[in-house]
């Protein structure tokens, strides 16, 4: 484990952070937290933020957000884009209510770049082109639509790299980006960060071991299927067609190719389990290159973690206390 984040400034309130893969249980760890600190849970995943795709995103449910207050879930409509620097400015706000109730924040979820614009800023990039947006867009839903990756893979191999083939918004933002600016995207995001301020971070990450983690990621999306998202993909397919960017992720993309005719219900789900076990194995490589994380080998639902974690929060806690005073 490594050691808490501490910044000069003692005045500074904790900020936690729980990362990790799909399926490492973030959500009964934030949950726990959450209850013993007056924290409130805000959502670092990029599809959870979208309405009406609930069965194959795993947000918590109706129950769960009973237990604490959530942020930054169910907020943009299925039609809309959501860049990492709209992310960043609106959980900053979200980070700044909480902090002006004296609650602890909680940052939760596994869409890396999220945080990473969050945590540390992004670059100011160009402005967006909407006309070239559009025809990349067309490219996009053609037979084929490997071809965003392929042409960002030209253009910026790095940044390929760590962009998923089938997340067509971030891949039209790259390619906007290294065309407008004449430069690798990659090469911005080293230039120009604005970084979190105003909190002292401590980042819990939950390393499972792969195997377990596996299981359980099979065994979720087996009960997405069962629970009902062909039919939820279904409805979504008719109302908003290609429009709905969060029907190329995970879970849904196989959900609509089953729905479509090109695979049976099997060969979706098989190939739904694998989209999410490859997906996982990209979080902990991007994950493992966030300093000073406190590293837990498990599970979040695990009572030793959470108690681990609990006793870090608490020492943390006191000692900003300490300082205070």
């Known amino acids: 484990m490594g050691p808490e984040h501490e910044t000069s400034a003692a005045s500074e309130p904790l900020l936690v952070v729980i990362l990790g893969p799909t399926a490492s249980g973030k959500t009964a760890l934030s949950l726990t937290l959450a209850e013993e600190f007056s924290g409130e849970i805000v959502n670092c995943d990029s599809v959870a933020m979208y309405r009406e795709f609930d069965i194959g995103t795993a947000k918590p449910s ?12 169910d907020c943009v409509e299925p039609t809309q ?54 025809r990349l867009r067309k490219r996009a839903t053609s037979p084929g639509s490997g071809y965003l990756h392929n042409l960002l893979k030209r253009l910026d ?35 120009g960060r604005d970084p979190l301020r105003g909190f002292r971070i401590l980042r819990f990450g ?19 299927f069962e629970g009902g998202l062909t039919d939820e993909t279904k409805k979504l397919m008719e ?45 902990m490589t991007w994950f493992r290159k966030e300093p000073e994380v406190v590293w837990f080998k498990g599970f979040g639902n695990e009572e030793q973690i959470q108690r681990e974690a609990a006793a870090k929060v608490r020492t943390s806690l006191s000692r900003i206390g300490s300082e205070r005073g």
């Open 62 to 73: 109706l129950a769960e957000r009973a237990r604490a207050p959530h942020h930054l879930f």
């Open 81 to 134: 884009d959501v860049t990492a620097g709209e992310y960043a400015r609106q959980a900053r706000q979200v980070l700044a209510e909480i902090g002006s109730r004296h609650h602890l924040p909680i940052v939760v979820g596994g869409t890396g770049l999220y945080l990473r614009a969050l945590l540390e800023g992004l670059f100011p990039g160009p402005q967006r082109s909407e006309e070239l947006r559009e």
């Open 157 to 191: 191999r790095a940044a390929a790299e760590r962009v998923h083939p089938n997340d067509a918004p971030k891949l039209i933002r790259a390619i906007e980006v290294c065309l407008a600016s004449r430069q690798k995207i990659s090469e911005l995001w080293e230039q």
């Open 206 to 224: 939950l390393d499972p071991e792969r195997a377990v983690l596996y299981e359980r990621i099979n065994e979720r999306a087996q009960r997405m």
């Open 239 to 283: 109302r908003y067609g290609a429009r709905a960017r969060p029907l190329a992720s995970l879970g849904y993309k196989q959900a609509a190719q089953y729905l479509r005719g090109e695979l049976s219900r099997d060969q979706a789900l098989q190939a739904a389990q694998q989209a999410h076990r490859n997906y996982a194995k990209r979080q």
